[in-house]
């Protein structure tokens, strides 16, 4: 019973993702035939003008116009029939639309977390979403969650954390260029540090590049 148990389990969640891309299809024939439609007014409109240009003795520019759009739609309608096909043979997007591979992911949300002091191997273990008053030092900057790149703040306050031990707060995540100032005013990043997240824990794979002003 639980081999077939799991062999039904299987089918039904190869149903769910099934169901899943053809909404997602769905949504992709949707938008073909409602630019098809589009197409169509406008040729419609411009199939008016022409018998209006032509009694002027002047239609040569709108029917060029025209025979663009005619070129357009059928382009467009085109691709709705492959949309319709890919749902119906439950092709991949990729497999129909390969230029789809070419745009950049807008969807993915950048998120900020704030580090407190690193530990002396380079890796920081306390951090939040929020900045710390007088704990953050550094903002790392993530898309995914596992990769990051971090800078150090330059507020008065995690400067002033942060110059309490150079050391053990700032070499061992940071490559410092020119003199140390006991007291800066500003602290600036010159080259974004790297960070990749082990477990509950962010590594540093390359140390940031900073100066003290």
Known sequence: MGGLSSLFGN?????????SQVVSL??????????????EKRIGELEQAI?????????????TEKEDLDVERNSWEGESDQAGLMKEDHLSTQEV????????????????????APHPDGSFAKYSTEEQVGKSIYQLTTEDGINGSFIMLDSREAIGTAMISVSQFIKPVCKVMGPSHSNPSHILTLEEGMATKVGNVWKVTRKAVIRFE
């Open 97 to 116: 639309f390969p230029f789809l591979d070419d745009v950049p992911d807008t969807h993915r949300s950048r998120q900020s977390i704030y580090l407190a």
């Open 51 to 63: 018998v209006t240009s032509a009694a002027q003795g002047k239609p040569g520019e709108t029917l």
């Open 26 to 39: 769905q949504d992709v024939v949707d938008a073909l035939e409602e630019r098809v439609s589009t197409l």
């Open 11 to 19: 089918k039904s969640n190869a149903d769910r993702e099934d169901t």
